[in-house]
């Protein structure tokens, strides 16, 4: 098959892999017909995480249509038409039992923390991610769910990833009837949560970015009210101007490490394997929260040496939340949100690249050249 393959930082190319087979009894194999660049898929592109090892296909958004499956898997059948949840998970372990997707204790032996994710480093599980034409979906009873006959695979696809985790985002902030919603970060994750928000009650919402396309479509999309962080003086302070000098009720991090990183970061990560990214962010979430306030961070961070205002937050008072999302969980009501038309995912989609052109498609997102806010990869185009 053909497949998405990392060969070094900024080196990645389409090769001629081995499709995958059926190693165990409970797995199925998924023909790829989407699959998306993650804004947290630019980590590894540049870098900076760790064990992100040489011929490593990435990519953990995708649907596809079933090929095979194994002997003991009894929900799915060859020909349905599947959507794939992010984590990879057992579904008996006692975190699957209660919800806890993400933090699966069964199907990742390098870490304590984080379950499986696919296409994301050997820190997760080391499993092959979708960005392929073929891929191997372990324990397939309890992780892909056939996709409505109502939902259309651009919709679907954006429900594996970026929409659940931009609303558990917003779930994760404990949101209150009127409160005050800042996000940072209006990347698809980011603009998923800000929409969230008003779902759940937020009585204003600001989303804070750089980039005028972003903003713009937090605006229009999200409709939100706009920051772009490098025209004002100092964030923190003029969100703290527009908030009666009180602070956000909520602060809702959807950016995380910075994925581009500077030198010292490039040394440490892609040298010595020791740090994804700093934390900037997640200051300026401790800071531009009011006391007493939530911060929920949805941003992908690695391993970090960096200094994180943790004594601020302490003396502030602050509830902090923070998970991978547990996709699964979220699909119930999102899916009700879709059918009845308060979400339409796909609409920030602005990309659609043959999966042959993977290397040009990372350069145009990692670049952020031509607006590109969400590419999506297409097998066979």
Wanted: charged share 20%; proline share 6%.
């Amino acid at each position: 098959m053909k497949a998405m393959v990392y060969r070094a930082p900024y080196r990645i190319r389409v090769e001629e892999k081995d499709r995958p087979r059926i190693e165990h009894p409970n797995d199925a194999i998924v023909r790829v017909t989407q699959a998306a660049i993650c804004g947290s898929d630019l980590h590894l592109y540049h870098g900076m995480m760790p064990d992100t090892r040489v011929g490593t296909t990435f990519g953990h958004e995708f649907i596809g249509v079933v090929d095979e499956v194994g002997p003991s898997v009894e929900h799915l059948e060859v020909g349905d038409r599947v959507m794939v949840p992010f984590n990879v998970f057992c579904g008996t372990c006692w975190f699957c039992s209660r919800g806890l997707y993400s933090n699966c204790h069964n199907v990742n032996p390098n870490a304590t923390a984080v379950g499986g994710i696919y296409g994301y480093s050997h820190t997760t599980g080391g499993y092959d991610g979708g960005q392929a034409e073929y891929v191997r979906v372990p324990f397939a009873d309890v992780g892909p769910t056939i996709i409505p006959e109502w939902m259309d695979d651009d919709d679907a696809l954006m429900c594996t990833d970026a929409l659940p985790t931009g609303y558990f985002g917003a779930q994760l902030g404990d949101i209150s009837q009127g409160e005050v919603v800042v996000v940072l970060g209006a990347g698809p994750v980011g603009l998923f949560a800000a929409k969230s928000a008003w779902l759940m009650g937020a009585g204003r919402v600001i989303v804070v970015d750089h980039l005028e396309e972003r903003l713009r479509l937090a605006e229009t999309f999200a409709h939100a009210e706009t920051v772009h962080f490098g025209q004002v003086p100092d964030v923190v302070v003029h969100l703290k101007k527009m908030t009666d000098h009180l602070g956000a009720d909520v602060v809702i991090d959807a950016v995380g490490a910075e994925a581009d990183g500077n030198l010292l970061q490039h040394v440490t990560a892609a040298k010595l394997k020791l740090q994804g990214g700093s934390p900037i962010a997640l200051n300026w979430a401790i800071d531009a929260v009011r006391k007493g306030g939530t911060i929920s961070v949805m941003g992908a961070y690695g391993p970090m040496f960096s200094l994180v205002k943790f004594g601020d937050a302490m003396n502030k008072g602050l509830t902090l939340r923070m998970n991978q999302c547990p996709v699964k969980r979220q699909w119930p009501r999102l899916f009700e949100h879709i059918r009845n038309g308060y979400l339409k995912p796909s609409e920030i989609i602005t990309h659609r690249i043959p999966l042959e052109h993977v290397a040009e498609g990372y350069h145009l997102f990692s670049a952020k050249l031509d607006g590109c806010i969400k590419p999506v990869l297409v097998p066979g185009e």
